[in-house]
Protein backbone atom coordinates (compact mmCIF):
# COMPACT_ATOMS: atom_id res chain seq x y z
CA UNK A 1 0.00 0.00 0.00
CA UNK A 2 1.32 3.41 -1.23
CA UNK A 3 2.47 5.40 1.77
CA UNK A 4 -0.58 7.78 2.66
CA UNK A 5 -3.06 5.89 0.76
CA UNK A 6 -4.97 5.15 4.05
CA UNK A 7 -5.84 8.29 4.72
CA UNK A 8 -6.98 9.62 1.57
CA UNK A 9 -9.83 7.03 1.10
CA UNK A 10 -12.92 8.50 2.58
CA UNK A 11 -14.50 7.88 5.37
CA UNK A 12 -17.66 5.88 5.49
CA UNK A 13 -19.66 8.60 6.42
CA UNK A 14 -18.83 10.14 3.63
CA UNK A 15 -19.01 7.52 1.32
CA UNK A 16 -22.47 7.43 2.29
CA UNK A 17 -23.30 11.02 1.61
CA UNK A 18 -21.95 10.95 -1.79
CA UNK A 19 -25.11 8.87 -3.75
CA UNK A 20 -27.42 10.53 -1.13
CA UNK A 21 -26.53 14.17 -2.32
CA UNK A 22 -26.39 13.20 -5.93
CA UNK A 23 -30.06 11.51 -5.31
CA UNK A 24 -31.44 14.91 -3.75
CA UNK A 25 -29.76 16.79 -6.42
CA UNK A 26 -31.33 14.80 -9.35
CA UNK A 27 -34.59 14.62 -7.24
CA UNK A 28 -34.83 18.42 -6.96
CA UNK A 29 -34.08 19.27 -10.42
CA UNK A 30 -36.67 17.11 -11.45
CA UNK A 31 -39.33 18.04 -8.92
CA UNK A 32 -38.80 21.75 -9.95
CA UNK A 33 -39.38 21.40 -13.31
CA UNK A 34 -42.66 19.79 -13.41
CA UNK A 35 -43.81 22.35 -10.76
CA UNK A 36 -42.99 25.53 -13.57
CA UNK A 37 -44.11 23.16 -16.24
CA UNK A 38 -47.44 23.97 -14.82
CA UNK A 39 -50.03 22.29 -12.56
CA UNK A 40 -50.76 18.87 -14.64
CA UNK A 41 -47.23 18.22 -14.83
CA UNK A 42 -46.34 18.35 -11.18
CA UNK A 43 -50.17 16.79 -10.76
CA UNK A 44 -48.58 13.71 -12.99
CA UNK A 45 -45.14 13.78 -11.22
CA UNK A 46 -47.28 13.55 -7.94
CA UNK A 47 -49.32 10.74 -8.70
CA UNK A 48 -46.49 8.41 -10.21
CA UNK A 49 -44.33 8.93 -6.86
CA UNK A 50 -47.51 8.80 -4.85
CA UNK A 51 -48.24 5.01 -6.93
CA UNK A 52 -44.42 3.75 -6.02
CA UNK A 53 -44.79 5.06 -2.87
CA UNK A 54 -48.22 3.22 -2.41
CA UNK A 55 -46.26 0.43 -3.18
CA UNK A 56 -43.82 0.40 -0.53
CA UNK A 57 -46.21 0.87 1.67
CA UNK A 58 -48.45 -2.29 1.12
CA UNK A 59 -44.88 -3.77 1.26
CA UNK A 60 -43.62 -2.34 4.01
CA UNK A 61 -47.02 -2.81 5.88
CA UNK A 62 -47.02 -6.30 4.37
CA UNK A 63 -50.54 -5.83 3.36
CA UNK A 64 -50.91 -8.90 0.36
CA UNK A 65 -53.72 -9.80 -2.64
CA UNK A 66 -56.18 -7.45 -4.51
CA UNK A 67 -55.88 -4.96 -1.34
CA UNK A 68 -51.83 -4.12 -2.24
CA UNK A 69 -53.31 -2.05 -4.93
CA UNK A 70 -55.58 0.37 -3.32
CA UNK A 71 -52.67 2.23 -1.20
CA UNK A 72 -51.09 2.55 -5.00
CA UNK A 73 -54.32 3.87 -6.58
CA UNK A 74 -55.34 6.58 -3.99
CA UNK A 75 -52.72 8.92 -5.16
CA UNK A 76 -53.21 8.95 -8.44
CA UNK A 77 -56.56 9.16 -8.41
CA UNK A 78 -56.69 12.28 -5.63
CA UNK A 79 -53.85 13.58 -7.71
CA UNK A 80 -56.92 13.72 -11.11
CA UNK A 81 -59.30 14.30 -8.40
CA UNK A 82 -57.35 17.08 -7.26
CA UNK A 83 -56.70 18.86 -10.59
CA UNK A 84 -59.86 19.05 -11.72
CA UNK A 85 -62.18 20.03 -8.84
CA UNK A 86 -59.87 21.19 -5.84
CA UNK A 87 -60.60 21.69 -2.04
CA UNK A 88 -63.12 20.36 -0.49
CA UNK A 89 -64.39 17.62 -3.06
CA UNK A 90 -60.77 16.03 -3.32
CA UNK A 91 -60.37 15.84 0.38
CA UNK A 92 -63.93 14.18 0.34
CA UNK A 93 -62.27 11.85 -2.45
CA UNK A 94 -59.72 10.62 -0.50
CA UNK A 95 -61.87 10.44 2.52
CA UNK A 96 -64.16 8.00 -0.05
CA UNK A 97 -60.83 6.20 -0.95
CA UNK A 98 -59.89 5.52 2.28
CA UNK A 99 -63.60 4.32 3.35
CA UNK A 100 -63.76 1.94 0.23
CA UNK A 101 -60.16 0.66 1.08
CA UNK A 102 -60.96 0.07 5.00
CA UNK A 103 -64.39 -1.81 3.43
CA UNK A 104 -62.32 -4.42 0.78
CA UNK A 105 -60.31 -4.69 3.50
CA UNK A 106 -62.75 -5.91 6.08
CA UNK A 107 -63.48 -8.50 3.45
CA UNK A 108 -60.51 -10.08 3.19
CA UNK A 109 -58.96 -9.55 6.66
CA UNK A 110 -59.42 -7.27 9.19
CA UNK A 111 -55.97 -7.05 10.37
CA UNK A 112 -55.36 -5.17 7.04
CA UNK A 113 -58.12 -2.45 7.78
CA UNK A 114 -56.15 -0.11 9.90
CA UNK A 115 -53.20 0.06 7.82
CA UNK A 116 -54.72 -0.15 4.89
CA UNK A 117 -56.55 3.10 5.30
CA UNK A 118 -54.01 4.45 6.90
CA UNK A 119 -51.89 4.13 3.91
CA UNK A 120 -54.55 5.65 1.44
CA UNK A 121 -54.87 8.64 4.02
CA UNK A 122 -50.73 9.20 4.57
CA UNK A 123 -50.57 9.45 0.43
CA UNK A 124 -53.31 10.86 -0.66
CA UNK A 125 -53.83 13.80 1.22
CA UNK A 126 -50.53 14.91 0.85
CA UNK A 127 -51.12 14.40 -3.26
CA UNK A 128 -54.26 16.59 -3.23
CA UNK A 129 -52.04 19.27 -0.08
CA UNK A 130 -49.35 20.00 -2.85
CA UNK A 131 -51.31 19.46 -5.97
CA UNK A 132 -54.20 22.17 -4.99
CA UNK A 133 -51.19 24.49 -3.47
CA UNK A 134 -50.04 24.78 -7.22
CA UNK A 135 -53.16 25.36 -8.68
CA UNK A 136 -55.40 26.72 -6.50
CA UNK A 137 -53.86 28.96 -4.36
CA UNK A 138 -52.78 32.83 -5.82
CA UNK A 139 -49.34 32.04 -6.45
CA UNK A 140 -49.49 29.33 -6.86
CA UNK A 141 -45.45 27.85 -8.42
CA UNK A 142 -43.58 29.96 -6.02
CA UNK A 143 -45.41 28.48 -3.12
CA UNK A 144 -44.91 25.03 -3.57
CA UNK A 145 -40.97 26.29 -4.28
CA UNK A 146 -40.90 28.23 -1.11
CA UNK A 147 -42.29 24.67 0.91
CA UNK A 148 -39.67 22.61 -1.40
CA UNK A 149 -37.05 24.89 0.11
CA UNK A 150 -38.42 25.05 3.96
CA UNK A 151 -38.27 21.00 3.61
CA UNK A 152 -35.15 20.22 2.20
CA UNK A 153 -33.15 23.08 3.86
CA UNK A 154 -34.87 21.26 7.10
CA UNK A 155 -33.40 17.82 6.33
CA UNK A 156 -29.89 19.28 5.54
CA UNK A 157 -30.07 21.23 8.47
CA UNK A 158 -31.02 18.84 10.89
CA UNK A 159 -28.71 16.18 9.51
CA UNK A 160 -25.51 18.72 9.98
CA UNK A 161 -26.76 19.63 13.38
CA UNK A 162 -27.59 16.47 14.84
CA UNK A 163 -24.11 15.23 13.48
CA UNK A 164 -21.75 17.85 14.14
CA UNK A 165 -23.75 18.40 18.05
CA UNK A 166 -25.19 15.64 18.99
CA UNK A 167 -26.37 15.72 22.19
CA UNK A 168 -29.67 14.05 23.73
CA UNK A 169 -31.48 12.10 21.72
CA UNK A 170 -34.85 12.93 20.36
CA UNK A 171 -36.85 9.54 20.46
CA UNK A 172 -34.53 6.75 20.92
CA UNK A 173 -36.78 4.12 21.10
CA UNK A 174 -38.34 5.06 17.42
CA UNK A 175 -35.66 6.45 15.96
CA UNK A 176 -32.41 6.27 17.97
CA UNK A 177 -29.75 8.15 15.38
CA UNK A 178 -32.25 11.58 15.67
CA UNK A 179 -31.45 14.16 18.35
CA UNK A 180 -32.71 17.87 20.12
CA UNK A 181 -30.26 19.48 18.05
CA UNK A 182 -30.94 17.60 14.90
CA UNK A 183 -34.44 19.03 15.72
CA UNK A 184 -34.06 22.60 16.63
CA UNK A 185 -31.14 23.04 13.75
CA UNK A 186 -33.50 21.81 10.96
CA UNK A 187 -36.25 24.45 12.59
CA UNK A 188 -33.64 26.94 12.89
CA UNK A 189 -32.49 26.47 9.08
CA UNK A 190 -36.03 26.26 8.10
CA UNK A 191 -36.97 29.53 9.27
CA UNK A 192 -33.92 31.41 7.47
CA UNK A 193 -34.40 29.90 4.03
CA UNK A 194 -38.27 30.82 4.39
CA UNK A 195 -38.05 33.87 5.63
CA UNK A 196 -35.12 34.70 2.83
CA UNK A 197 -37.34 33.33 -0.31
CA UNK A 198 -40.49 34.58 0.88
CA UNK A 199 -37.94 38.24 0.70
CA UNK A 200 -36.82 37.65 -2.51
CA UNK A 201 -39.83 36.06 -4.25
CA UNK A 202 -42.18 38.40 -2.76
CA UNK A 203 -44.27 35.85 -1.45
CA UNK A 204 -44.91 37.74 1.80
CA UNK A 205 -43.41 39.56 4.67
CA UNK A 206 -40.40 37.48 5.92
CA UNK A 207 -40.77 37.71 9.86
CA UNK A 208 -44.54 35.63 9.74
CA UNK A 209 -43.01 33.03 6.64
CA UNK A 210 -39.99 32.45 8.96
CA UNK A 211 -41.98 31.31 11.67
CA UNK A 212 -44.09 29.40 9.74
CA UNK A 213 -41.71 27.85 8.55
CA UNK A 214 -39.98 26.48 11.43
CA UNK A 215 -43.57 25.31 12.33
CA UNK A 216 -43.28 23.15 8.85
CA UNK A 217 -39.80 22.07 9.80
CA UNK A 218 -41.43 20.13 13.14
CA UNK A 219 -43.99 18.90 10.58
CA UNK A 220 -41.78 17.74 8.42
CA UNK A 221 -39.35 16.15 11.41
CA UNK A 222 -42.76 14.71 12.99
CA UNK A 223 -43.35 13.30 9.69
CA UNK A 224 -39.46 11.57 9.64
CA UNK A 225 -40.12 10.14 12.91
CA UNK A 226 -43.57 9.08 11.95
CA UNK A 227 -42.45 7.09 9.04
CA UNK A 228 -39.83 5.59 11.41
CA UNK A 229 -42.66 4.34 14.23
CA UNK A 230 -43.97 2.34 11.22
CA UNK A 231 -40.97 0.51 9.67
CA UNK A 232 -39.56 0.19 13.34
CA UNK A 233 -43.36 -1.60 14.02
CA UNK A 234 -42.83 -3.79 11.15
CA UNK A 235 -38.92 -4.23 11.77
CA UNK A 236 -37.67 -2.81 8.25
CA UNK A 237 -34.51 -0.31 8.00
CA UNK A 238 -36.26 1.66 4.71
CA UNK A 239 -39.08 1.66 3.03
CA UNK A 240 -37.74 0.70 -0.23
CA UNK A 241 -34.28 0.38 -2.21
CA UNK A 242 -35.18 2.93 -5.22
CA UNK A 243 -33.28 6.09 -4.26
CA UNK A 244 -29.41 5.72 -3.95
CA UNK A 245 -28.33 6.87 -0.20
CA UNK A 246 -32.63 7.70 0.63
CA UNK A 247 -33.83 3.86 0.33
CA UNK A 248 -37.51 4.17 -0.83
CA UNK A 249 -39.47 7.04 -2.05
CA UNK A 250 -41.56 7.33 1.36
CA UNK A 251 -37.74 7.94 2.81
CA UNK A 252 -37.07 10.70 0.40
CA UNK A 253 -40.60 12.70 0.89
CA UNK A 254 -41.71 11.83 4.39
CA UNK A 255 -40.97 15.40 5.79
CA UNK A 256 -42.91 16.56 2.71
CA UNK A 257 -46.02 14.46 2.97
CA UNK A 258 -46.56 15.75 6.50
CA UNK A 259 -45.77 19.83 5.66
CA UNK A 260 -47.79 19.79 2.69
CA UNK A 261 -50.84 19.47 4.55
CA UNK A 262 -49.72 21.78 7.01
CA UNK A 263 -49.45 24.59 4.69
CA UNK A 264 -52.10 23.63 2.89
CA UNK A 265 -54.40 24.28 5.97
CA UNK A 266 -52.76 27.39 6.98
CA UNK A 267 -53.27 28.92 3.26
CA UNK A 268 -57.12 27.63 3.21
CA UNK A 269 -57.35 29.23 6.98
CA UNK A 270 -55.40 32.40 6.15
CA UNK A 271 -55.61 33.14 2.65
CA UNK A 272 -54.89 36.82 1.54
CA UNK A 273 -53.62 37.31 5.04
CA UNK A 274 -50.33 35.30 4.56
CA UNK A 275 -49.13 37.91 2.72
CA UNK A 276 -49.81 40.59 4.77
Do not use: C, N
Not at 119 to 143: D, F, H, M, Q, S
Not at 215 to 227: H, I, M, R, Y
Request: proline fraction near 7%; glycine fraction near 14%.
Amino acid sequence: MAPGLAEARPAPAARGLLPRVVSAVVLAVVAIAALWAGPAWLAALIAVVGAIGGWEWSRLTRLTGPAVALPALAAPLAAGVALVWGGAPALAAVAALALVGALWALLRDRAAVPWLALGVAYIGLPTVAVVWLRGAAEPGAVLVLWLFAVVWTTDIAAYFAGRGIGGPKLAPRWSPHKTWAGLLGGMAGAALVAGAVAGVTGLGPALPLAALGAVLALAAQGGDLFESVVKRRFGAKDSGTLIPGHGGVLDRIDGLMAAGPVLALAVWLLGDRMAT
